[in-house]
């Protein structure tokens, strides 16, 4: 980015801030981004910065994926270097072949698609229900052909999807997989049983805006033997992440906490972008919004990463119950409005990764008013049908709703 950007960076965090305050809200208003990091995570990051222990060592990776499979409920866990790697594990472990077609939700992230289109299986969407967003039932039936071989879910949000059951009976009346994906809900129950252990596979994103945080990783479960022995494979032949990447993603943990969690990071913000600025990843490349595979510097979770992910795993049950306890807030301003508050469904409790909302398009539009309003600036978790991408979905009436009216509102709040 070079020195001259940062600065430029610096002068417009400081303007957005006065805008904030003469708009009625906090300087940095409540952020969606790396809100599970504390201070002893930024610890184990300089141990790295200052050590640089090798992150080859596989005992600390096969650790985390042992405390993860166990927290979870599941039998095995495989720890990647991010959610779409682990789907794209999935998508292996389940020996899915090119023209085969796979059912999804019509809004969602433009990276699940694209990890089914590299492996050339066809993506067919089916629309979402305004309840919890998830996938319809109704609609998936309509979308399943002799070619369909499996369903992907989502919990979105941290909700638990509306339709489970009935997306679960419906892909074992048509001999269909389940693919769980739980990028957006790890440790939401249903019944007791924590998702993601329902279908034949699920897979989980620790990416710096989900509810634990490596900046950049992914899990995949499965309670299936056989599927277990595919996915262990395609781990064992991945390669780890380079000391050069780690090194960056540490970098961001010292970064992300500065800017969005440190109590005083109204100057600590500054100082961390000036001194990490340039090493910042971005979450999807420009390549991937637009379809296409990008270089993947490492496939498999090292160990200096996983000691990240325990240390993160060990506070995930605190900070959901955190999110619990807050959300209710919003719950007053909703019906003020007459919005709509987000469903739980019956025996489920959700972790609440945000807090769904769907407010008049012009509002999504322009978000301004809710610096006066809430003091805080709203997500807008999606933007599009396959969020990045500006890529359309046809004939999905509930996504294209959501798609223009759905905002989200933070469930961990830490003002400044």
């Known amino acids: 980015m070079g020195f001259h950007h940062l600065i430029i960076e ?134 399943i052909t002799t070619k369909t071989k499996a369903i992907l879910l989502h919990h979105l949000f ?26 957006q809900a790890t440790g939401a129950e249903y019944q007791k049983v924590r998702v993601g252990n329902r279908g034949e596979v699920a897979f989980f994103s620790s990416e710096k805006s989900k509810l634990f945080n490596t900046i950049e990783g992914g899990v995949a479960v499965t309670n299936d033997e056989g599927l277990a022995d595919r996915l262990r494979k395609y781990h064992d032949s991945s390669s780890p992440a380079d000391e050069h ?7 961001n943990v010292i970064l992300n906490y500065y800017i969005h969690k440190h109590p005083r990071r109204i100057w600590k913000g500054d100082v961390g972008i000036l001194k990490y600025g340039d090493d910042r990843i971005i979450s ?35 900070y959901n119950q955190v999110r619990r306890e807050t959300v ?11 919005y709509k508050i987000p469903k739980v469904i019956n025996d489920s409790n959700p972790v609440f990764l945000r807090y769904p909302v769907m407010v008049e398009p012009e509002r999504k539009q322009n978000l301004t008013w809710a610096l006066n309003e809430l003091g805080i600036m709203p997500g807008v978790w999606f933007v599009s049908h396959l969020h ?29």
């Open 10 to 143: 610096l002068v417009f965090r400081k303007a957005r801030g006065v805008l904030n305050k003469v708009s009625g809200g906090p300087f940095i208003p409540p952020s969606f981004i790396s809100m599970t990091l504390d201070e002893d995570d930024v610890e184990l990051a300089n141990q790295w910065l200052n050590d640089q222990t090798p992150p080859n060592n596989p005992q600390g990776a096969e650790l985390f994926e042992k405390e993860f499979a166990r927290w979870n409920g599941s039998k095995h866990a495989f720890a990647f270097m991010a959610g779409r790697i682990a789907l794209g594990a999935c998508i292996h472990a389940l020996n899915l072949k090119q023209d085969d077609e796979v059912i999804l939700p019509a809004y969602t992230c433009v990276v699940v698609p694209n990890a089914f289109h590299y492996a050339g299986i066809k993506t067919v969407y089916a629309d979402i229900e305004l309840d919890t967003y998830g996938l319809d039932v109704s609609d998936a039936e309509k979308k």
């Open 158 to 183: 941290g909700l638990v999807c509306r339709d489970y059951e009935a997306l679960i009976d419906l892909a074992e009346k048509h001999n269909l997989k389940v693919i769980e994906d739980c990028a």
């Open 245 to 251: 990447r780690i090194t960056r993603i540490m970098k």
């Open 284 to 318: 999807t490349t420009t390549e991937e919004e637009a379809g296409l595979q990008p270089e993947i510097p490492g496939k498999k979770m090292p160990a200096s990463l996983a000691g990240l992910g325990l240390n993160q795993l060990k506070k995930l049950d605190h």
């Open 388 to 416: 990045p991408s500006s890529r359309k979905v046809p004939y999905c009436p509930n996504a294209d709703k959501a798609v223009r009216q759905c905002i989200n509102l933070p469930s961990l709040l830490f003002n400044s």
């Open 328 to 338: 209710p807030q919003w719950d007053p301003w909703c019906k003020e409005k007459g």
